[in-house]
């Protein structure tokens, strides 16, 4: 099947720093990627929906200028987590859509970010 | 608006059957997911349902009702390693899943 890859898989950072997570599609051609944070005994929380090439579509309470999405080509979104905090602190997980099949989504491994 | 309801938490035993619900309302719909996550883990689908009925793969069956906004999974002969929580997410008009808080499955033997 599908594979989604993200990296890296686990990253601890300083309060203040900031951290890029790269998603990436490995056998298909992903025109909209997906960025979802999971907090401890929640579900997932949609943050923002990204289209190769055009500007990231961010949820209502999601601040675009602290997470910059990046989908700069068909197989690969950035997320950057700018001036982190340990609120930020979160699993961060990717999911792509094939660009044939818009009722497929693939998810990435996940992301845990954790800011001391 | 756009809403999920599935129960918190539910409890079976090896080896029995046991069934989450899922009730949506959603803007549109293109479909109605089960997906699976482990703790630490992400979700790994499970099944897909965009007509009514039942459909089975090994274990799992899952069922949808588009008239009655409903959906089920159905787990049979449970064993310890299905101890995760299901998502259950409806996809809307606009192609974005719409996410259930999940069930968290705990299997005691």
């Known amino acids: 099947g599908a594979v989604v890859s993200q990296h890296p898989s686990r990253v601890i950072c300083k309060s203040g720093t900031s951290v890029k997570i790269e998603c990436r599609s490995l056998?298909?051609?992903?025109?909209?990627m997906f960025w979802y944070r999971q907090f401890p005994k929640q579900s997932l929380m949609l943050m923002a929906t990204s289209n190769e090439g055009s500007k990231a579509t961010y949820e209502q309470g999601v601040e675009k200028d602290k997470f910059l999405i990046n989908h700069a080509s068909l197989t690969l979104s950035t997320l950057t987590v700018t001036s982190a905090h340990p609120e930020d602190s979160s699993f961060y997980i990717c999911s792509a859509r094939d660009g044939a099949s818009r009722e497929t989504q693939y998810f990435g491994p996940g992301t845990r970010l954790l800011v001391l | 608006g756009q809403n999920i309801d599935q129960p918190t938490e539910m409890t079976a035993t090896e080896g029995a059957i046991v069934q989450i619900n899922c009730t949506y309302q959603t803007s549109g719909f293109n479909g109605l997911f089960w997906y699976q996550q482990h703790a630490g883990e992400a979700p790994t689908f499970l099944s897909y349902?965009?007509l009514d009925g039942l459909e089975e793969k090994g274990r799992f069956s899952s069922f949808l009702s588009r008239s009655k906004g409903y959906s089920y999974l159905l787990l049979k002969e449970l064993q310890m390693k299905d101890s995760a929580s299901y998502l259950c997410a409806s996809m809307d008009s606009n192609y974005q899943l719409i996410w259930g808080a999940g069930t968290k499955l705990i299997i005691k033997p």
């Open positions: 056998d298909f051609q992903a025109t909209t």
């Open positions: 349902n965009v």
